[in-house]
């Protein structure tokens, strides 16, 4: 590509106020990678820069996945009859003891980057399993993809059947330094590894300090599971009962700080001091309205933390959330959250145009200056062609609309990542 | 085609129990739009049959929609930031205003038609509009589709636009015999009209009672909403302060009894008696969880009133719900159910069999024998080729369940219905 080009189409982004701004008919002017910024004409200094016109197609920023498990994606749509913990132990464990066997990841993880490709994630934070070489294959398609991704090589010494468990606390924090050692030599441009203990009950307090250490003294980024569901909130508190609630428990052992960037997925049952704890150190929420429905945990006040200024991206949360479509997930956020404020007088809903924020802008923010078409921001695109789905006669604020109700992998023509094309199909 | 053939593939459909049943490489043998059964080898006296073989692929019952105003098609996945009564005012009435226009209606009918034919729906009850036109538009070309439909064109004389207000009761019946004569002229072979009383607050007493006696005395069955939303709920109180609850206000004046079969769609919110009423009665409940989510209306307890004995099907209710894919509907039902178990300690979750049996045997059985493979029902039937979604190694059971988290009309290749076969592309 040129290192300066535009865009032509509908523009159609988030302020940081997570209102949605629409700029018909427009340019979207790249530089280097990063966005200069929207205009309704050229300014003439650019006028000869190469545009790529997209006629009456839709352009949005590339969607942020910041939640889900890349081998579990053998399990989407499978398995859903049982709660977290017996969900677990029945099919995800089971399922994710198999990336032992490389010759079955690499099977699996084409599978799912093949799909994750192909639709409007440009972006995403991944769970892969214990397995080292396992993890670094996935690493490896991610980094060919075009895609930005972290990935973490999950940790696990506890609580879990023997044959996905580390052993001792010093084996799995050496295995993750391997592992760190390996991800270091292969010179990623794109892919970056995260420390990923899987939740506080799989992970031996040695460990969850070994892992702090790690995160703190090598400014790694964190992601694990906080307060998805009732039953594992009941048990942190049990195998923890001197923590004041189960953020605290991450915040003990340095893994939920100031200085740590971390995301949390779930987040549906906090206390007030979580919430105040996860807003004053920047820590992310990965918000699963999907998955939270697929396993009965319910439904996370997620309007309340984001007016709370709690940073916050939507996460497909494959394989307990089914779909990797986050045009779809959108929707189903604002659907879920009206049930929630259906059910509990005191929460609100979610706009559409705040759901928007979170998939784009909201999750985003995890990468830096991303989600957004404002000057210097990386410049994520997806563009769609909305033919399949629209009506004669939708303005284009319909239009946008119905992409998240009705929109999948099929309206999507193009993508950039940092300004760079992605090849949609292999 | 021929009078006799059989279908092989791997089939399932639901036992009375609500129970799903796998035949694995087998024949559905189909007699004169009927099923005969299901044969893992077809009998010897029925050796020379022609079979159309589907080899791997998996072939279901035909999915029912019980509730779906195709008027509304033209707002789908639009205007979902309100609930229902201002949703209708500020949204649905001015759309519904549109098909005085025949033209447009045409426009919209036919790619209704077309979404409608595509998908995995054989049969349906379908809400038009006031216009008599229009709503014969509609049947004409329903009708020529080859799916089987109820078709109502909307009464309604009060608390509504003037545009919209059929003027007086005694106009509105007239409207509505003329309507059911000029269908009787058309003598359509698979679509039939149905009494439709848009719901107690836009019908006066006076309607009301019309379209009672228009259905007791004609046999004709009636179709409309119940408990959706509680502002609706309490309006009804309001309008109807002697009536015992909602249900009770279309049992006195003839719509909900006995000897009339009835739709009510939505009940989330039904006193027991009323619940009681509609057992007794046999009266269908439409169930609508994706049109429930986006209106905030609440969730149905579903799985409670399907235990009760409540004969029940589900409906996409496009345009509050937003998508026809009743594959996706059918497993967002038991999210849905699962979020209301969550939320209400004694309603317990939907399963996906039981799911799956609303979706076909369930709403099927407001036609008569239809929606399984038993001997003596009606063959529809949905071919399903799901090569885009599955992986390696799964079981026929993994793959029945990946169709409904997975699929939409991609999946669908061949359809049937009463035995004959549909086009799926105009």
Request: with cysteine.
């Amino acid at each position: 590509m040129h290192s300066i080009f535009a865009l032509k189409g509908h523009l159609i982004d988030c302020d940081h106020n997570k209102r949605t701004r629409f700029h018909p008919n427009s340019y979207l002017l790249i530089e280097q990678g990063l966005c200069v910024g929207t205009f309704a004409q050229l300014p003439d200094c650019y006028r000869h820069v190469p545009v790529i016109d997209y006629g009456d197609k839709i352009i949005v920023p590339g969607f942020v996945d910041l939640h889900l498990h890349a081998s579990q994606y053998a399990n989407r749509g499978l398995g859903l009859d049982l709660e977290l913990l017996q969900w677990l132990e029945k099919y995800t464990f089971p399922q994710e003891g198999k990336f032992a066997d490389l010759h079955y990841a690499r099977t699996i993880y084409a599978a799912f980057c093949r799909e994750l490709i192909r639709g409007a994630i440009t972006r995403a934070c991944i769970f892969a399993t214990i397995h080292i070489p396992a993890s670094l294959c996935l690493m490896d398609m991610l980094e060919q993809s075009g895609l930005i991704a972290y990935v973490g090589k999950v940790n696990m010494d506890c609580n879990c059947p023997d044959f996905l468990r580390e052993t001792g606390a010093a084996q799995a924090a050496a295995n993750t330094r391997q592992w760190l050692t390996e991800v270091a030599d292969r010179n990623y441009r794109r892919v970056k590894p995260i420390l990923t203990p899987r939740f506080a009950p799989s992970c031996s307090p040695d460990l969850l300090r070994r892992l702090g250490q790690l995160a703190q003294t090598q400014h790694l980024p964190v992601q694990t599971h906080l307060s998805e569901n009732l039953d594992e909130v009941a048990w942190v508190r049990q195998l923890y009962p001197q923590s004041p609630h189960y953020a605290g428990v991450y915040a003990q052992f340095g893994l939920l700080s100031a200085h740590t960037p971390a995301i949390m997925a779930h987040c549906l049952y906090l206390q007030p001091q979580e919430q105040e704890l996860l807003r004053q150190t920047g820590t992310f929420i990965a918000h699963c309205p999907s998955s939270n429905a697929n396993l009965a945990s319910g439904i996370a006040p997620v309007k309340r933390m984001l007016d709370a200024g709690i940073p916050m991206g939507l996460g497909s949360d494959i394989g307990a959330g089914h779909s990797m479509n986050l045009l779809g997930l959108t929707a189903q956020a604002v659907a879920c959250s009206k049930l929630l404020q259906r059910q509990t007088a005191e929460e609100s809903a979610l706009s559409l145009e705040e759901a928007f924020y979170l998939a784009t802008r909201g999750g985003g923010a995890f990468f830096g200056k991303t989600g957004a078409f404002s000057p210097g921001f990386a410049a994520d695109v997806v563009t769609l062609d909305d033919s399949r789905i629209r009506l004669p006669g939708e303005t284009l604020a319909q239009r946008w609309q119905k992409l998240f109700y009705l929109g999948d992998e099929r309206e999507i023509c193009a993508k950039y990542v940092a300004g760079t094309p992605i090849r949609l199909q292999a």
